[in-house]
Each structure stands twice: as C-alpha cells, then as structure tokens.
Nanobody, 120 residues
C-alpha cells in the first residue's frame, strides 16, 4: 500500500542543524497531510510539524522559528517530506517519525523512526 522510508538522523552539537527526509511511495494519491512527530526518552510522542495537501503548515510552539517542514510532490507515486532542523537543543533529542494521512484510505501510516541526538 504505502511505504515510508526516513533518513537523515544522527548526532549533532547544540546549535547545529540536521535535515530529515521521508520518502513516501505507493498508493499516495489521497494524501491529506504529512507530518513529523517525535518521542523523547520517557515521554509521549508529540507532533512537531505538519504540512497539508494545499501547502499549509503548522508547527509545535517548541520548534517555531527553528524547524521548517516542506514537501516535494512532483511525482504521482513518490512524495518526499523534509524537516529542516536548525538551532538544535539538547531537548530536541528524540526518535523522529514520519507520518502521512490518506483521506482515500481513512488512515495514517508511520515510518520506522530515525534517531536525532543533540549533545556536545
């Protein structure tokens, strides 16, 4: 049906930058929104940023001004959603998950997660 493959995580120093990418493929004609969530150690998963079909974006308050979500949907069967993360803080350390909701299927799909560690 739908496959999500994430990349771009790693170790970075505070104040540094990372760029996460998620390639979404399959029956994706009905994408309504694409998003990034994260789960920090000992915490619940939380929404980081979302981009809707029309291009509208929303961000969690804790990343506003630092993170940017974008989307490449030039191909019918492959979309890519990217999260550019700047001015990273130690509290941004988490596993980041890509998520896509399809109105055509009435459900969402998740990637396997990619670890982001911010530490000196």
């Amino acid at each position: 049906q739908v496959q999500l493959v994430e990349s771009g995580g790693g170790l970075v120093q505070p104040g540094g930058s990372l760029r996460l990418s998620c390639v979404v493929s399959g029956d994706i004609s009905g994408i309504y929104a694409m998003a990034w969530h994260r789960r920090a150690p000992g915490k619940q998963r939380e929404l980081v940023a979302r981009i809707f079909r029309a291009g509208t974006t929303t961000y969690a308050d804790f990343v506003k001004g630092r993170f940017t979500i974008s989307r490449d949907n030039a191909k019918n069967t492959v979309n890519t959603v990217t999260l550019q993360m700047n001015s990273l803080k130690s509290e941004d350390t988490a596993v980041y998950y890509c998520n896509v909701f399809l109105w055509s299927l009435g459900r969402d799909f998740w990637g396997q997660g990619t670890q982001v560690t911010v530490s000196s």
